[in-house]
């Protein structure tokens, strides 16, 4: 299985800051990285796929980048609404696999 | 809109047979070219796939479940079902169906969980 390591686990930050999660895959994953965020209680939703593109809906203060081993989400102004956790998952080779969260607080 | 659903038991016996259906609606099971997924998240983890299943049938299983794990479809009634068998407390998590979009057969192209039910949680306990 193709592992996903991201960093850091937990990030405390600002409103109004830039903020930089990243993803490394054990092996090549390609392009097929995809970001997802998840609220408390509720469903994970897409933010990002094929490394870089922006699913429909989503802010553009979200963009993410990386091909191969590493990736990054940044997120260039924090709103209160991102305040959540992150996670990559790579489509590129069964079976799919997810990292292990990134949980963004309010400093 | 394309909407899905979870229901089924929230309690179920340890070495009894765990069951979920998701009903999709807002659209047809059979059109779009996705996947339909099952995917689980342990309280306080990370997201662990089950496995999809094609609207043809044709079934992919994550291999750490695929010999408890059965995932069915019923086109008619536009769900799609989960089964594991021999439950155990490991087995406690939040349950999500959800749709995949492969960029071989999905005209989005995304290769990625785009649309998600809002999960059930099930625990497995005597």
Known sequence: DTQMIQSPSSLSASVGDRVTITCRASESVNSYLNWYQQK?????KLLI??????QRGVPSRFSGSGSGTDFTLIISSLQLEDFATYYCQQSYSPPRT?????????K | QVQLQESGPGLVKPSQTLSL???????????GGYFWSWIRQHPGKGLEWIGYIYSSGSTYYN?????????????????????L??????????????????????YANLDAFD?????TMVTVSS
């Open chain 2, 21 to 31: 259906t998701c009903t999709v609606s807002g659209g047809s099971i059979s059109s």
């Open chain 2, 85 to 106: 068998k021999y439950a155990t407390a490991a087995d406690t998590a939040v349950y999500y169906c959800a749709s995949y979009c492969s960029s071989t057969t999905c």
């Open chain 1, 40 to 44: 408390p209680g509720k469903a994970p």
């Open chain 1, 49 to 54: 796929y094929g490394a870089s593109s922006l």
């Open chain 1, 98 to 106: 997810f990292g292990q969260g990134t949980k963004l607080e309010i």
């Open chain 2, 115 to 119: 649309i998600w039910g809002q999960g």
């Open chain 2, 63 to 83: 291999p750490s479940l695929k010999s408890r794990v059965t995932i069915s479809v019923d086109t008619s009634k536009n769900q799609f079902y989960l089964k």
